[in-house]
């Protein structure tokens, strides 16, 4: 596809299970970020590959987050025993080559409900 | 560390009457400037960016954005609005230095266009 996909669009868990959310970035593109978007909060930043690389992980709430790039390519944070309050959308955005001055391209987001 | 400040949450607004969303940033260093839109169950996508050069920018679906660095802020304007430029808009920043571009997002401004 031309643009930045993310699988599952929703995803209601129970407290205490462990959710995986995917994103798929614009072919070429070397640079990927992940970002959390909660209610009044805005959007948050949580981690940036640059290839399969995460030179920057801190925005990444707790240990109970991680993230990992293959490939170069598709990207999947992993949330694990899920609590209420990780219930927000999580959005991907992808860029090439990830200078400061490059659009960033998002996708439609995950949202995530924890019950 | 960069911040962007968003003062208005929400802004209505009659068709075809001129809007103003305000934003303004705090940083020691220079800065790129962003406005996103974030359209009802989609994903982001840029309306319009300040590199440098002129100060007036425009971009797309009639808007344009002025950087004034003495007041240090980047209002997003547009002279007659459509029902179709409801929204939630979002600044954004980002540093010149640091090699990637590591992005600061305002809380969002949700423009409502009153038929």
């Known amino acids: 596809g031309a643009g930045v996909s993310q699988s599952p669009s929703n995803k209601v868990t129970e407290k205490g299970k462990d959710v995986e959310l995917r994103c798929d970035p614009i072919?070429?593109?070397?640079?990927l970020y992940w970002y959390r978007q909660s209610l009044g909060q805005g959007l948050e930043f949580l981690i940036y590959f640059q290839g399969n690389s995460a030179p920057d992980k801190s925005g990444l709430p707790s240990d109970r987050f991680s993230a990992e790039r293959t490939g170069g390519s598709v990207s999947t944070l992993t949330i694990q025993r899920t609590q209420q309050e990780d219930s927000a959308v999580y959005l991907c955005a992808s860029s090439f080559p990830g200078l400061a001055l490059d659009t960033q391209y998002f996708g439609p987001g995950t949202r995530l409900t924890v019950l | 560390a960069q911040s962007v400040t968003q003062l208005d949450s929400q802004v209505p607004v009659f068709e075809e009457a001129p809007v103003e969303l305000r934003c303004n940033y705090s940083?020691?260093?220079?800065?790129?400037l962003f406005w996103y839109v974030q359209y009802p169950n989609q994903g982001l996508q840029l309306l319009l960016k300040?590199?440098?050069?002129?100060?007036l920018v425009k971009g797309i679906n009639g808007f344009e954005a002025e950087f004034n660095k003495s007041q240090t802020s980047f209002h997003l304007r547009k002279p007659s609005v459509h029902i179709s430029d409801t929204a939630e808009y979002f600044c954004a920043v980002t540093l010149h230095s640091g090699g990637y571009q590591k992005v600061t997002f305002g809380i969002g401004t949700k423009l409502q266009v009153i038929p």
């Open positions: 300040y590199l440098s050069g002129s100060t």
């Open positions: 940083s020691s260093v220079s800065v790129y």
């Open positions: 072919s070429g593109h070397t640079a």
